[in-house]
C-alpha cells in the first residue's frame, strides 16, 4: 500500500514556529519580532546559485536579511526573514509526518541561528546542520 504525501500549510510551519517560540527565553522571543517566516514553493535560481548549491542538492531553508547583530548596529527597520521550501521538504519528508515534521523544526531552528549570527560550524557542533 503507498502512502499518502503529506503538504506542508502555512498554519503547520506556524504551529510549529509558536512551539519554538515558547522554548525560547524572553529576551531572545523578543528579538525575533522584526522576523518574518515564510513558506515559498521552491528556492528560485538565484537563490540557489548564491548558496552555491549543485542541481540535484535539495534547500529546505534559507535565512535572508540583516542578523540581529547587524541590525542593532545599523538600527534597521525592515524584516529579515526565513525561507522555507514546502516542494523540497515534501520530495524528502511527505511521507512520514514524524519526520517532516521534525525537520521543518530542525530547518527553522537553523536558519534561527543565522540571525542571531551563528555559521554553519556552530550549527552543526549545536546538531543542526
Avoid: K
Avoid at 92 to 114: N, Q, V, W, Y
Wanted: aromatic share 6%; proline share 6%; no cysteine.
Amino acid at each position: 500500500m503507498r502512502r499518502r504525501r503529506l503538504r506542508i500549510t502555512s498554519e503547520l510551519v506556524e504551529r510549529i514556529w509558536a512551539e519554538i517560540l515558547t522554548t525560547l527565553p524572553a529576551d531572545l522571543r523578543q528579538a525575533v519580532d522584526n522576523l518574518a517566516i515564510l513558506l515559498e514553493e521552491d528556492p528560485t535560481p538565484e537563490q540557489r546559485q548564491a548558496l552555491g548549491l549543485s542541481p540535484g542538492e535539495s534547500l529546505y531553508g534559507m535565512f535572508e536579511g540583516p542578523t540581529l547583530a547587524e541590525r542593532d548596529r545599523a538600527s534597521i527597520a525592515w524584516p529579515s526573514r526565513i525561507l522555507l521550501f514546502r516542494r523540497p521538504l515534501e520530495a524528502d519528508f511527505g511521507s512520514d509526518p514524524f519526520r517532516l515534521r521534525a525537520e521543518i523544526r530542525r530547518t527553522l531552528l537553523h536558519e534561527l541561528g543565522h540571525y542571531f549570527g551563528l555559521s554553519e560550524e556552530a550549527l552543526g557542533r549545536l546538531g543542526l546542520e
